[in-house]
């Protein structure tokens, strides 16, 4: 799945710069958690393609309140569009959502740690970022009229080299199934392919201490490594 993931935003404007010719406007987030503002890139009225600041929790528009009650802050893939809450998103309202990199937690290979499961920054071995495939949905409060924006992740099974920390993770993208993604005439078919279980580039696996657990420790102490990065 994906429940943490850092933003650090001038590596992310040198992928956005080559994506789109966008710049990522901050601000740096190392330890952004559901339910917190994220910007994500999506087409505008006009399909030109913009950045959003959104909350990382998906309201469907027809919810009678923005409330978190349920889970939505990962969309599965395999569902998406079956899902009462994320097939309309999934249809006609996606995004990509730039990340550094994305926290795990597992239980250390030989054991140890007296069975607690400890965290992994899941990191690109070369390029600045990562791009995750996403939906959003626009809420609008009844009574006052305002607005809400937010989205979800999509999630898919694990391709092998990532199971041994979870057995789901984000649906990663790379620049041209990015821009597929996107594309709002994009076939069902095509995007559910983008959405298999597979690393568009090699990643490292960083055991990284467990200050990150605190989704309030947002300063750069959360992304120090304690080991060996492991190659993904």
Not at 103 to 132: D, F, V
Not at 143 to 161: K, M, N, P, R, V
């Amino acid at each position: 799945m994906c429940g943490r993931f850092n933003v650090d935003a001038d590596p992310l404007s040198r992928l956005l710069m080559e994506l789109v010719k966008l710049r990522h406007p901050g601000p740096d987030n190392h330890n952004a958690a559901p339910t917190e503002t994220i910007v994500v890139l999506r087409l505008d009225d006009a399909g030109a393609p913009e950045l959003a600041p959104m909350r990382w929790w998906l309201t469907p528009h027809w919810a009678k309140d923005a409330g978190t009650r349920y889970s939505m802050f990962n969309a599965r893939s395999e569902t998406v569009e079956r899902s009462r809450a994320f097939r309309d998103p999934f249809r006609k309202r996606r995004c990509v959502v730039p990340v550094s990199g994305f926290y795990e937690w597992a239980r250390p290979a030989g054991g140890g740690s007296g069975g607690r499961k400890l965290p992994y920054y899941i990191r690109p071995h070369e390029s600045p970022g990562m791009l995750l495939a996403g939906i959003w949905d626009r809420w609008r409060d009844p009574d006052s009229g305002e607005t809400l924006e937010s989205f979800a992740i999509l999630t898919t099974d694990a391709a092998e080299g990532l199971a041994f920390v979870h057995d789901r993770q984000p649906a990663m993208l790379g620049l041209a199934d990015a821009r597929r993604w996107l594309d709002p005439e994009a076939p069902a078919d095509e995007l559910k392919a983008l959405l298999s279980p597979r690393l568009p580039e090699d990643l490292d696996a960083v055991p990284v201490s467990t200050w990150v657990n605190n989704a309030r420790h947002k300063d750069p102490r959360v992304l120090e490594p304690i080991a060996d990065a492991v190659p993904v």
